[in-house]
């Protein structure tokens, strides 16, 4: 009898577990979300990230982020990457020049790490409407001087819905 009761607060420790986790892990906002992984030799200069982003909703706005996951050996400060964004029928194309900061002045890195890999989101671009439904294309480039460069594991887009 006591082996039973104890077999079921496990079962319900699990499952509040589980629970929380799913709640935790899911962001409601999301509409999208992927990372492309980088060679551990490093990012070519010549390589380009392609993200294809399915809109459906043309009524809300959205934020726009670009997220860098790199490693600790990352030799510089910052980061210049160039960014495109191609509109469903491929008839708008805007360019941008970004710079951001993936450590402070102290050399001490910005976002959320795990061991000897942070994160680093950039918002890119806030309170942003997708005019017409459709695959929107981003593509991004890394604007450093180093034809290969280290220390960089992925780049990721994440567009969320604002509330």
Same mark, same amino acid.
């Given at each position: 009898?006591?082996?039973?009761?104890?077999?079921?607060?496990?079962?319900?420790?699990? #499952?509040? +577990?589980?629970?929380?986790?799913?709640?935790?892990?899911?962001? *409601?906002? %999301?509409?999208?979300?992927?990372?492309?992984? +980088?060679?551990?030799?490093?990012?070519?200069?010549?390589?380009?990230?392609? =993200? $294809?982003?399915?809109?459906?909703?043309?009524?809300?706005?959205?934020?726009?982020?670009?997220?860098?996951?790199?490693?600790?050996?990352?030799?510089?400060?910052?980061?210049? =990457?160039?960014?495109?964004?191609?509109?469903?029928?491929?008839?708008? +194309?805007?360019? $941008?020049?970004?710079?951001?900061? #993936?450590?402070?002045? *102290?050399?001490?890195?910005?976002?959320?790490?795990?061991?000897?890999?942070?994160?680093?989101?950039? #918002?890119?671009?806030?309170?942003?409407? =997708?005019?017409?439904?459709?695959?929107?294309?981003?593509?991004?480039?890394?604007?450093? *001087? %180093?034809?290969?460069?280290?220390?960089?594991?992925?780049?990721?887009?994440?567009?969320?819905?604002?509330?």
């Amino acid at each position: 009898m006591n082996k039973t009761k104890k077999i079921t607060t496990t079962s319900k420790f699990v #499952l509040l +577990l589980s629970i929380t986790c799913l709640i935790v892990s899911c962001n *409601r906002n %999301d509409v999208y979300l992927q990372y492309r992984s +980088l060679p551990t030799k490093g990012w070519n200069k010549d390589s380009v990230l392609t =993200f $294809d982003v399915p809109i459906t909703d043309t009524t809300s706005l959205y934020n726009v982020y670009v997220n860098i996951r790199h490693r600790g050996e990352y030799p510089y400060q910052n980061l210049w =990457f160039f960014l495109r964004q191609a509109t469903p029928l491929m008839d708008t +194309l805007q360019k $941008d020049t970004i710079e951001c900061y #993936l450590a402070d002045q *102290r050399g001490k890195w910005l976002g959320s790490g795990v061991g000897s890999v942070y994160e680093m989101p950039i #918002l890119y671009r806030q309170k942003v409407s =997708f005019p017409r439904a459709g695959i929107y294309r981003y593509q991004i480039i890394q604007g450093m *001087r %180093d034809s290969i460069l280290a220390g960089i594991n992925d780049v990721g887009i994440k567009i969320e819905k604002v509330k």
